[in-house]
């Protein structure tokens, strides 16, 4: 009798470990929700025609977060979810965790950046942009994001000097000449800023800052043709 108690005990014991839900790996559950909103083929977009569902990609991103609050991939997607959504409070909150935490990746700190800029705090934009350029010192971004802050401050040698420094690290040439433009219209040197405008429609047609700011340039009479 007690040796179909023991076997009994076992065979309940077995069926509990198969009644049992494996733990959902996180990297798949996040690449699952990338899938699901097709942002493998396009950035999330939370306005206009192309719009996602972002309000229920908010919600999902936060079950995921609450399930891991400490994969950095996952906090990397909700905090730019949150940006994207137009909830930069809940954005700025995920970015000061992950800057906290050892290695930092690239895209955590420009969004850092970007935040830090939008709330005009150039100080902090810089400390965080400085950090990008001293780890990911072979990566344009960091670079673009120093020359933005010089431009914000009108320091625009310095702004100038770091712009070609992204260039060299692989800046795509429409970014490069449309930035290179606001640097010369800055500088009131408006026919080169002109040419450069026109450049960056040149890369791309669609580029809907270089073309407003070439066509008002063209109606000051600023360009050569």
């Known amino acids: 009798m007690k040796y179909i ?6 065979a309940l014991s077995g069926c509990a470990h198969i009644d049992y839900k494996p733990t959902v790996n996180p990297y798949n559950a996040l690449s699952d929700l990338v899938k699901k909103y097709n942002l493998n083929a396009q950035a999330l977009t939370c306005k206009g025609v192309n719009a996602s569902d972002c309000l229920a990609f908010v919600h999902d991103i936060n079950q995921l977060m609450l399930a891991h609050p400490d994969n950095t991939a996952i906090l990397s997607v909700a905090a730019y979810t949150f940006y994207k959504s137009g909830r930069s409070t809940q954005a ?19 969004l850092g950046v970007t935040l830090a800029i939008d709330q005009g705090n150039l100080a902090k934009a810089k400390s965080i942009a400085q ?17 933005s802050i010089h431009y914000a401050q009108a320091s625009y040698t310095i702004a100038s000097n770091y712009l070609q420094l992204s260039a060299k690290f692989g800046l795509d040439n429409t970014t490069y000449y449309y930035h290179k433009g606001l640097i010369e219209e800055a500088n009131a040197n408006n026919i080169h800023a002109c040419n450069y405008y026109q450049q960056a429609l040149k890369a791309n047609p ?3 800052k270089a073309k407003a700011k ?3 340039l063209s109606i000051l009479g600023n360009c050569l043709s």
Request: glycine share 4%.
């Open 5 to 10: 108690y023991i076997t009994l005990v076992l």
């Open 131 to 147: 950090y990008g350029v001293d780890v990911f010192g072979t990566e344009a971004s960091p670079y673009l994001q120093m020359a």
């Open 214 to 216: 070439y066509t008002k």
């Open 206 to 208: 669609n580029h809907k």
């Open 92 to 110: 700025q909150q995920v970015i000061n965790t992950l800057l906290n935490k050892a290695n930092p990746p690239l895209n955590v700190i420009t």
